[in-house]
């Protein structure tokens, strides 16, 4: 049974992502450990297959909400390229009048529409991503200041004891050289 181990070092304080190819069935561990600091972890695994592939700007598996908006715009193309508003199969008047009413928004009409909501879905995802980003760092920023603070007393109540045990000398030393018969060194 041989265990590989990999260390990854970040100065930086901002999210890491890696995405790893699964080599045999089974089970899979991951340990975080930090040797100072309380660490804030994040696990997402996400199957390549269930995802559709590897996201090609990232190079990491789909996420869960890219994944619904790139199934989301293929649903709209889909529905962009239904035959049924072209269709001219009604035999009667009254069914003739029912495609007019249906077709009074015609396929070209959605085109635009239909790219004006894909770009926003984008920019949506773009928005919740950043938001994740930043949600992430305030998050991390403020475990770093928990664990400074907490330094900060500490380093403070040690700073308070040497100075309580500094004055006690010196009270201890002035104590003993004034009872001493010896005044001023006579």
Known sequence: LEEKFRVVTQV?????QETNAIKAPGWYRLCVASEMHTLLVEMDI???????????STGHVFTYEKRALLDDEKRLEEEDKDPKLNANTYPSISEERQKEIDNQVRHEDLHA???????LNSMVMEMKMK????????????ASAERNQDNLIWKNKLLTVLYVMITLFQVHTMRKWLLSNKLLGT
Request: hydrophobic share 20%.
């Open 46 to 56: 996400r199957s390549g297959n269930k995802m559709g592939g590897v996201d090609r």
């Open 131 to 142: 938001y994740q980003d930043v949600n992430n760092r305030i998050r991390s920023h403020k």
């Open 12 to 16: 930086k304080i901002e999210p890491f």
């Open 113 to 119: 529409t239909t790219s004006q909501i894909k770009n």
